[in-house]
């Protein structure tokens, strides 16, 4: 079993829409989880780190359930650029980062 | 600011042979991560330094290694190469274990 399990899409929706992704964690000395977003054949880029208390970040609400070890990652009124994949991290020891493998989303006109 | 530079950008390496990947950490962080990430996965964890001391590996052979060195900048070598270490490999650097990582735009490895 992975460390960090996300659905793999993909998630096709229209431009507007709200769309939701969830991703489960394994290892319960998991400390930080963040979101990134990958565009195609491009590097990873920082998209939000994810708080206990849940935070958002206009378009963006991330929240995190330590009980049932999920995250969860809510975008509201798609952009078409919003289409990439979103990769669920969680961080244990201070430094062991884990990736899971993403969720494309693609966003349709 | 700079961001977090590596080089070179592509590599062509035949089975058998050595590579060396640089990376150049963003100015003031410390902190410098290696991953591997083949089409289709998430990056996979290989090493981390902080202050030039090695934090972490992943599950690598050790015909992977790396160092940092006192500039902070870090180079990751791969022995023997085979087939399998095509990827695209990606240098992150951070001010500290609590903030989220800055990738460099990847060295794309291939090994024919």
């Known amino acids: 079993r992975k460390e960090v399990e996300q659905d793999p899409g993909p998630f096709n929706v229209p431009e507007g829409a709200t769309v939701a992704f969830n991703c489960t964690y394994s290892n319960s000395a998991s400390q930080s989880f963040f979101w990134y977003r990958q565009d195609c054949r491009k590097e990873p880029k920082l998209l939000m780190s994810v708080y206990s208390s849940g935070n958002e970040d206009g378009r963006f609400t991330a929240q995190l359930n330590r009980a049932s070890q999920y995250i969860s990652l809510l975008i509201r009124d798609s952009k078409l650029s919003d289409s990439a994949t979103y990769l669920c991290?969680?961080?244990?020891?201070?430094?062991?980062?884990?990736f899971g493998a993403g969720t494309r989303l693609f966003v349709k006109a | 600011d700079a961001g977090v530079t590596q080089s070179p950008t592509h590599l062509i390496k035949t089975r058998g042979q050595q590579v060396t990947l640089r990376c150049s950490p963003i100015?003031?962080?410390?902190?410098v991560s290696w991953y591997q990430q083949v089409l289709g996965q998430g990056p996979q964890f290989i090493f981390q330094?902080?202050?030039?001391?090695?934090?972490g590996r992943g599950n690598f052979p050790d015909r992977f290694s790396a160092r940092q060195f006192p500039n902070y900048s870090s180079e990751l070598n791969v022995n023997a190469l085979l087939l399998g270490d095509s990827a695209l490999y990606l240098c992150?650097?951070?001010?500290?274990?609590?903030?989220?990582?800055?990738f460099g735009s990847g060295t794309r490895l291939t090994v024919v």
């Open positions: 330094y902080y202050e030039k001391e090695e934090r």
């Open positions: 992150a650097s951070s001010l500290d274990d609590y903030y989220g990582y800055t």
């Open positions: 991290v969680s961080r244990r020891g201070g430094f062991k980062t884990i």
């Open positions: 100015s003031g962080h410390k902190s």
